[in-house]
């Protein structure tokens, strides 16, 4: 089990957790920021929680969860752009999360 646990912990890099955190951060500005402002605020939500397991997946090293974030990202992009709420910096942090992901692609199950 402890061979197990430090090959977890090997492919795990602090970029990794760095990532993990921005998109966390960002889930929960975004859910707490635009609640009063969107009228279909109950899908934003959900999707931002399924935004923030597919950061736990990340975590995890898990390559469902980077096509998966990258899909509610893309998904809660085009409800902002839809309510008329959507502005640059809020792409951002999920940019950055991304990419992060996507460089230690090859080191995830």
Known sequence: MNTRKAQYNEKKSNLIIIGCFLGLL???????F???SIENNEFYIINNLIA???IIGIWKMKI???FTYISAFAVNQAILLFYD???????V????VIGIALKKIEKMD
Request: with cysteine.
């Open 52 to 54: 923030i397991i597919c």
């Open 34 to 36: 635009k609640i009063e």
């Open 26 to 32: 960002n889930s929960i500005l975004s859910i707490s």
């Open 64 to 66: 469902w969860a980077i």
């Open 93 to 96: 942090l999920p940019f950055i």
């Open 85 to 91: 709420q959507w502005f640059v910096f809020q792409a």
